[in-house]
């Protein structure tokens, strides 16, 4: 019951009187002996009983993406029903213990998403992309929010969002319809509806700002410039055309190495990659250089290389060896369970699972004009922005790398 | 057959059905928002799974040796719409003779550039390369009909790896990582508590251009590595292949074998002061915690694996789930075959953490050594699942990784037997043998901590309720044998 009083308190904080130093001592005494009878983990446990393997990484059960909560196990055949049984009571019955504990485990979590090495900075340049859609609202939360994770908020999310009617199973292996469901019938089959998820997880994607964005960041890092463009989000027809855009990109071979190589840019490394989260999502095209000097010429040979796509200028062979390499992609996705059950939840939070299909085959059709036309749409000036990285930025933002978030 | 066997991907996605019943209206237990949901559904505990009949790939109908005397394990699976071809390779710092540090690094990063340069720019393939203290492994996945210019590759890569001065440079022994991670700590503490080989040589030494090349020729030689080939490649073919792209390749003179060094062990060191603090700027701090470990006796390895199971719960029980002090702490052992080399705790926290996370990984690695903490039934019953059911079936899942697994197995202990024989051995451990086990390999009094974070910051940080202090490390670290 001690953990059940509702509110938090930074302990650090609290007042102090002999009486109160009484009661604190006898709580922490109550805390330990919970502690002592509680069982952790059950789920989890009964899963490993059974040769269950979290797809994730042991021992963490679960897992959250941008836009979605997964729990991914892998099990043998034989053992299946117990994800059913687990996992229905789970959605309906959960009781959330060790509140305070898991508060500070999660703002571990947003500490390592904010640290200096690439944490900080990716943060803020999502967050210049667009701000409508939630992932682009600091995807990994602000210290302020850490004062709102009370039990209040976090049972409300537990009800508004973990009910049966806003989850999909997604199941791979040698196993049938018939097969499962059953199982799925015994087990989910009977938990009641909940009210309808909140309406607002559907967000419409923004308008192009038209204007390029640029971020120079002044904390230390490595030289890099990145260019991105917004694009449609999982679900919009254009949307697979980028895929094999950024293949095209890609690669010691690919349309990023040309100008970087031939202009002696002094570029080490580079890539290119669509994201499948968010409306709208993003392509991004990077490279990083040795020395900051010579970020200059690197930022102008990335925005080269988009061009020879805006004017078709791609040839058929090129193209050819990209379909492939995505054709490999694909088949990698497709023959790995765990890879393709994860990819059918996430299109089916991006859009919904039947777009896996279509957008699959779509990639594997996409012709020059194709390329060309989605190109001169969207990769242009004013959907872009721009963002570099400085090993020795001037100025330098040099309070922001040794005080906590919360702090500044 | 295999019950995880994905057999064509057969493929339910199960949009949830509901039905609009209610639940019965009922008191709201503390820590629960709704109702508790009614059912008669079995308690896990109750749950009878029947043995999925579980049953690897047949080595015996899977190994070839070619005429040459190269082995190979060759698994077809005709649906598979990709294959895999990969080589396991006696290499690595053990295999590195007097005078030769730091080679083993050059060998691998050139025979990957060489087996990308192969492959040609812009190829479909996924390529791995990676290097243990004794073992390297390079494997590249196709679609199925590119398996032979995929197995051509590697061949030549193996047989032509282009080891000459040119190639090779000037190279010098890398230092460990700069900067914060979570790799940083492990690597200073590798160095704090090893020597060379199990620690990286020197940073800065220079590699000379000979050893590179003394290395590689001991090392890539027909009767040394062992090939995996599988997926949807008819064996028959991939058979032939293989004999003609290795025919001719003959050892070099002498025919040096490569020869691994004895146990890592011998090259442990304690330090006389147990912490070591990095300063970094950042408001994160990396941590490992750690002593050098014997090679571990055939006959405990599964007591081992059991106990390293049971402490890595434990560590999470502790640190993460009742304290909330870290993320994530992971107790991991040596990857070597003989199982020496560095036992450690890695894990990360905010400042207020790194005090508390360093005494309670000590207190876990302690307690399993005495008579209170033993394993609980239901503890050995988790970990046998986990290291039977779920690690060991899954390293045999399917004809790629399958193939895989028996080649890595085959370089890194001549056969099969001991990874056939290991789910019996798992099953039979009891909690007396891990109260051994953990006796014997984890030594608390030895245990070395490395912080990476901002030291004063950390210094000046107290946890309001676990309040440890980075003074009282050193002492808590040098009593944590003391019962």
Known sequence: MVRERGI????????????????????????????????????????????????????????????????????PKSNLELF?????????????????????????????????????????????????????LHPGGHARDHAWWDRVSTLRIYDDYIVPNNATLALVGAISVGEVGALAAKYFGRLPRAPEPPARMDVEAEPPPGGSV???????????????????????????????????????????????????????????NASRTGSPARLSLQARAGRDEDLAGVEAALLEAVEPLRRGGVDEARLGRARRRLRLDWERVHSQRGNLASTIGDFSVADEWRTLRSFYEQREAVTVEEIRRVADRYLVPWNRAIATTRRNPTPRAEANLTRVPEDR | ?????????????????????????????PGHSRPVFEHDWPHPRELEFEDGGFQPADPARSLVVTAGGTRAWIIEDHADPLALVMAAVPLGRQYEADGEAGAADVVVRLLGRRLSELLGAGAAAGVQVSQELDLTRLSVEVLAEDWLEALTALVRTLREPGLTPSAVGTPRAAGPPAGGGATRPVAELTRLVGRYPLAPPDSGIPVRPESVRNLGERALQPGTIVFGIAGGVAA????????????????????????????????????????????????????????????????????????????????????????????????????????????????????????????????????????????????????????????????????????????????????????????????????EDVSAAARRYIDPGSLTAVVVGQIDAVRAARHPRWPVTLEELPTLLRQAHRP
């Open chain 2, 1 to 29: 057959m295999s019950a995880r066997t994905i057999a064509a991907a057969a493929l339910v996605a199960l949009p949830l059905v509901t039905l609009s019943c209610t639940a019965d209206a009922g008191d709201v237990l």
């Open chain 2, 236 to 431: 028959a073919d991939a058979e032939a292949a293989l004999n003609e792209l290795t025919s001719a390749w003959t050892p070099p003179p002498g025919n040096m074998r490569a020869t691994a060094r004895p146990a890592t062990f011998a090259a442990a060191r304690t330090q006389a002061d147990p912490l070591h603090t990095i300063d970094e700027p950042g408001f994160m701090s990396w941590l490992a915690v750690g002593h050098a470990m014997a090679p571990i006796e055939r006959a405990d390895e599964a007591a081992v694996a059991v106990m390293a199971e049971i402490v890595n719960i434990r560590l999470n029980i502790e640190t993460r789930e009742i304290r909330g002090l870290t993320n994530r702490a992971l107790l991991v052992l040596p990857a070597a075959t003989d199982g020496a080399g560095l036992l450690h705790v890695r894990t990360s926290g905010r400042s207020e953490s790194v005090g508390p996370l360093i005494r309670h990984s000590v207190e876990v690695l302690s307690r399993i050594r005495t008579e209170d903490g033993a394993p609980t039934d239901e503890e050995l019953q988790q970990a046998k699942g986990g290291l039977t059911l779920g690690r060991w079936q899954d390293s045999l899942d399917g004809a790629r990784r399958t193939a895989a697994t028996y080649a890595l197995e085959t370089v890194r202990r001549g056969s099969l037997d001991h990874l056939m024989a290991w789910p019996a051995a798992v099953r039979a451990v009891t909690a």
């Open chain 1, 214 to 272: 640029r971020l120079d960041w002044l904390e230390p890092l490595f030289p890099q410039v990145t260019v991105r463009y917004r694009i449609p989000g999982v679900g919009h027809p254009d949307r697979p055309a980028f895929d094999v855009i950024a293949q095209l990109l890609s690669g010691p071979d690919g349309l990023l190495a040309s100008p970087l190589t031939s202009r002696r840019t002094g570029a080490v490394s580079w890539g290119a």
């Open chain 1, 8 to 75: 938090f308190f930074d302990e650090a904080e609290w007042p102090t009187s002999a009486k109160l130093d009484s009661l604190r001592r006898r709580l922490y005494e109550l805390e330990d002996e919970q502690s002592k009878n509680r069982i952790f983990w059950e789920e989890y446990n009964w899963y490993r009983r059974w040769g269950g393997l979290m797809r994730h990484t042991d021992p963490v059960p679960a897992n959250t993406g941008n836009e979605l909560l997964r729990i991914e196990v892998d099990l």
């Open chain 1, 84 to 136: 059913f049984r687990l996992e229905a009571d789970r959605m309906v019955n959960a009781v959330l213990r060790g509140f305070e504990a898991q508060r500070f485990t999660v703002y571990e979590q947003f500490l390592n998403l904010n640290r200096p090495e690439t944490g900080r900075f990716s943060e803020a340049f999502n967050g210049v992309m667009a701000v409508v859609h939630p992932i682009y």
